[in-house]
């Protein structure tokens, strides 16, 4: 059963969208920060139907649920928004875990388990390096498998998909273009999503400034831009930044391609922003209510999972991400 057709969430500074279906005249003054198109439709549950893996399993949801409470005190409630924040300009539902498994939320199949990783364009050293660990840290995150394909140049996108943005004289690639004619026509036939990450700017049609990125849940494919998180190569302090960015990117991506909607209660990666600094005041981790969704969708137990992302976290040097993780362990009583 289809929930809703189409839910678009635009991370924009200072404005509200009132009309989804259509672009608002303010936004090429305003500029966009990001997008992200999802659709709600139905999917095979996890094993176990309604009520997940029954049993002592880890991701069960009666253990979930157990799990959920223990965090809970570890974790910020959101403050009141301010002016400029996304939730002070969008009024959103918000979604428990319960609310979530009653939705009929997309989920991995057993033959569509597969994140794809496409680098689209030419890249630096540092920039090749992002991409490797941000699929690496996507694996984890999501425990799925992960595959990086052989990269595509941007000339698979002819000159009536580009553009020189005509204020800032910036070269950027139409993100439409991307979705529909490189990435539907490759779509692995295993595939959870396919997700390309390219060094260009995006833009996603007339009128708009430019994207971070933007996704299309019912074809399952993606494309996102490395170009507004700071230059990687700079020093090692600058790659920690474009890398923490980029994760927090991907991840609260895909969140939304396993139909999680934007968190309203607690500060979690999947919170919407209306700007880098915004985004930057995230952290790289899901609030007890989203971990629960993740967890149930792809049959994970949380203390694995948590374990994993830490090791991650200290092997890049991501030590507040690190810690938090450990704090989550302690809690749990796992080391």
């Known amino acids: ?32 920060i990001a997008v ?21 399993k880890p991701w069960s949801v009666e253990r979930l649920k157990e799990t959920m409470e223990k965090l809970r005190p570890l974790h910020q409630k959101l403050e009141k928004p301010q002016p400029g924040d996304w939730l002070y300009h969008h009024e959103e539902p918000g979604q428990t875990f319960s609310e979530y498994i009653r939705s009929n939320p997309v989920i991995p199949r057993e033959t569509r388990r597969t994140i794809y990783v496409q680098p689209l364009g ?12 941000t699929a690496e840290f996507l694996g984890i995150f999501f425990n799925l498998p992960v595959k990086i394909e052989k990269d595509l140049p941007l000339s698979v996108a002819p000159a009536a998909a580009r553009r020189t943005h005509p204020t800032w004289g910036v070269k950027q690639i139409l993100s439409t273009y991307v979705l529909d004619e490189v990435l539907k026509p490759r779509l692995p036939k295993d595939a959870f999503a396919y997700i390309a990450f390219t060094p260009s700017d995006l833009w996603p049609g007339e009128g708009w400034n430019f994207v971070f990125g933007q996704a299309s849940l019912r074809e399952r494919v993606g494309v996102w ?17 474009a890398l923490l960015r980029t994760l ?25 922003s209306n700007s880098l600094p915004e985004s930057d ?6 609030c007890p209510e989203c971990m629960a969704k993740v967890c149930w969708a792809t049959q994970t137990d949380p203390v694995e999972r948590y374990k994993k992302l830490a090791a991650f976290s200290e092997r890049q040097g991501l030590k507040p991400e690190a810690e938090r993780y450990r704090r989550f362990l302690e809690t749990l009583g796992a080391k």
């Open 225 to 241: 831009s490395l170009s507004r998180f700071g230059d990687p190569s700079e020093s090692e302090q600058s790659f920690r930044l």
């Open 281 to 286: 005041r995230r952290p790289l981790a899901l």
């Open 36 to 56: 992200c198109f999802f659709c709600l439709i139905g999917a095979p549950r996890a094993s176990g139907g309604a009520e997940g893996p029954a049993g002592d």
């Open 1 to 32: 059963m289809v929930q809703r057709d189409t839910l678009r969430s635009l991370r924009i500074p200072g404005k509200s969208l009132k009309n989804p279906d259509h672009t608002p005249s303010w936004v090429g003054k305003a500029g966009i």
């Open 248 to 272: 927090k990117t991907g991840t609260h991506e895909l969140g939304h391609m396993f139909s999680i909607l934007h968190c309203t209660a607690y500060s979690c990666d999947m919170c919407g």
């Open 122 to 133: 030419e890249f630096t050293e540092s920039q090749r390096r992002l991409i490797t660990l």
